[in-house]
């Protein structure tokens, strides 16, 4: 808490604000003051306004505050593939729909215009914090950043040619330069991204550790998706996918594993071991019948768990708010548990956990003096949130996407009274139809 009189960039009171630090506090009359891009002040509103003062305000009066949703695993440009191949298994929509369609449509206008796309339904939706994974990253980073967004980004490797590198040696040229160009940048983490073990051989996951180790950056991976991957591995390597990677030695506390659906409870202990961040993606994993990820043991383990989306290739949109809800409900069903997941700890797996799964918790994920000024201001008062009781209960399993009112990141404003401040959403849209239109005469073709 300030204790003397201070100028602060902006001061958003008067909510409740939830700010999921390590006392969980909720604070029914609450402010936030933030000054440089960073949380100054935490805490009751007269206190908080008797100790600074704001250059602007934003008035959260019948709103709650809360920090930035983090969506740990996406493809934003894949949002052009939006509803293109629905009701098939994960490895044939991989393998004979969306492959093909990448290497027919993919380049870097593509990759520029899916993620503007993106990058609109993110803010629309309270996600301040994105990890995503594909080509052209360099090209996504730079409109995230042109946007104002926060995104830990993850240029892929895979061992055939792909839009963006025609072998594995000018893959690694590009990924050098990716991390090089946006190491150290405020909003930009870049990072290395093999994109699963049965797309990438054993010495390419080895080199790229040894990359990851070298320049200090994270190694983002899908892992053990489905039962047909994990039976591939067994009969190829010998080994499940998590074994398989504990023998090559690449396991570590800079890996984000996304998925991570088919682990025995010996895999589970070597990624908690480990140090390795797990992204679970409720939804997409249920739209592919991928399986359920073991959820409830992970968390018994204390392992990093966040959330994400997947592209919308296969959710089909990217609202976590529904990644939240269906998280809470499905390890219910499937345990014949309704305490399994509780409410608060579904939307931790989006916040402070999510964070801690992209080790990224030092900086966001909560509303603490010195972490960054990622936040989030929603309407309480719609009609399905009425009435109130639980706070957790309204933020798990009633609020939408379409209840954020307004998003700061790093202490600027990107969305005010549902308005983007930073993106042209028309444009958006507009480019968006016409390249869609374009990638379906492309496949009749």
Not at 126 to 154: H, K, Q, S
Not at 208 to 213: E, G, I, M, P, S
Not at 286 to 311: F, H, I, N, Y
Not at 359 to 370: A, R
């Amino acid at each position: 808490m300030m204790t003397d009189m201070q100028c602060v960039d902006t001061l958003i009171s008067g909510g409740v604000v939830v700010t999921m630090d390590p006392h969980r506090r909720v604070i029914a009359d609450g402010a936030v003051a933030v000054k440089a891009g960073k949380i100054v002040s935490v805490g009751e509103r007269q206190s908080v306004e008797a100790a600074c003062r704001p250059q602007h305000c934003i008035d959260a009066h019948g709103r709650t505050v809360i920090p930035g949703l983090i969506n740990g695993h996406a493809h934003l440009p894949m949002t052009l593939f939006r509803g293109l191949a629905d009701d098939q298994d994960v490895d044939d929509w991989l393998q004979h729909t969306i492959f093909p369609a990448e290497a027919m449509n993919v380049d870097e206008a593509f990759v520029r215009c899916g993620t503007r796309l993106g990058l609109a339904e993110l803010i629309r939706g309270g996600i301040t914090t994105v990890c995503d994974m594909y080509y052209f990253e360099n090209a996504v980073a730079e409109e995230m950043a042109a946007a104002g967004l926060r995104g830990l980004l993850g240029q892929a490797l895979i061992d055939f040619p792909s839009p963006d590198a025609s072998d594995h040696a000018m893959a690694l040229d590009v990924i050098h330069r990716f991390v090089e160009r946006w190491r150290g940048h405020r909003l930009i983490t870049p990072a290395i991204a093999p994109h699963a073990p049965y797309t990438v051989g054993d010495e390419h996951l080895k080199e790229a550790h040894r990359f990851a180790l070298d320049h200090d950056c994270p190694f983002i991976i899908h892992l053990a998706e489905s039962q047909h991957e994990v039976a591939e591995s067994v009969r190829l390597k010998g080994a499940r996918p998590v074994e398989h990677l504990a023998h090559l030695g690449v396991l570590s506390n800079r890996m984000v594993a996304a998925h991570v659906v088919w682990a025995e409870n010996h895999e589970l202990d070597l990624l908690a071991d480990h140090g390795v961040g797990v992204v679970h993606n409720p939804q997409s994993n249920m739209k592919l019948a991928s399986g359920v990820a073991p959820l409830p043991q992970m968390l018994l383990r204390d392992m990093a768990v966040g959330l994400g989306t997947d592209g919308s290739a296969s959710n089909n949109d990217l609202s976590l708010w529904e990644e939240i809800d269906t998280a809470a409900k499905l390890h219910k069903l499937v345990t014949a548990d309704p305490k399994v997941i509780s409410a608060q700890q579904a939307f931790e797996l989006a916040t402070i956990h999510g964070a801690r799964a992209l080790h990224l918790d030092q900086q966001i994920g909560s509303l603490e003096v010195g972490k960054r000024a990622d936040l989030v201001v929603l309407e309480m008062e719609a009609i399905n949130q009425v009435p109130l009781s639980s706070i957790y209960s309204a933020l798990v399993y009633a609020t939408k996407a379409n209840d954020v009112c307004d998003l700061m990141v790093e202490g600027q404003v990107l969305l005010r009274d549902r308005q983007l401040t930073s993106l042209d959403e028309q444009q958006i849209k507009e480019d968006g139809l016409a390249l869609r239109h374009q990638i379906i005469q492309r496949l009749q073709g």
